[in-house]
Nanobody
Framework: QVHLVESGGGLVQAGGSLRLSCVASGHIFSDYAMGWFRQAPGKEKEPEFVAGIRWSLGTTYYADSVKGRFTISRDAAKTTMYLQMNSLKPEDTAVYYC???????????WGQGTQVTVSS
């Protein structure tokens, strides 16, 4: 089983940038996909899909709400995944999680996440 730890969140003004990291301990199979999800404050639903990356090929896909502003990437050798977030908006405020992903559906359990707060 892969254990995931997120980091890199913080407080930033609207228009600013942050880079999140997700370190995986354990083997990520080459046909696996990983992704970022987020849960906004007061939202009781499951975290929403943000971005995904197919681990072996590095191909990426995004939710419409972040397309053109966020970039997902990975360093396969380090089993680390990143989310570069630019042009941040207050509505991006959320706890961000990484997880395995099938399409835009999460796989596995949730970690602690990392808080991103965007002030207006």
């Amino acid at each position: 089983q892969v254990h995931l730890v997120e980091s890199g969140g913080g407080l930033v003004q609207a228009g600013g940038s942050l880079r999140l990291s997700c370190v995986a301990s354990g083997h990520i199979f080459s046909d696996y996909a990983m992704g970022w999800f987020r849960q906004a404050p007061g939202k009781e639903k499951e975290p929403e899909f943000v971005a995904g990356i197919r681990w072996s090929l590095g191909t990426t896909y995004y939710a419409d709400s972040v397309k053109g502003r966020f970039t997902i990437s990975r360093d396969a050798a380090k089993t680390t995944m990143y989310l570069q977030m630019n042009s941040l908006k207050p509505e991006d405020t959320a706890v961000y999680y990484c997880n395995g992903v099938s399409g835009d559906h999460p796989l596995g359990s949730w970690g602690q996440g990392t808080q991103v707060t965007v002030s207006s």
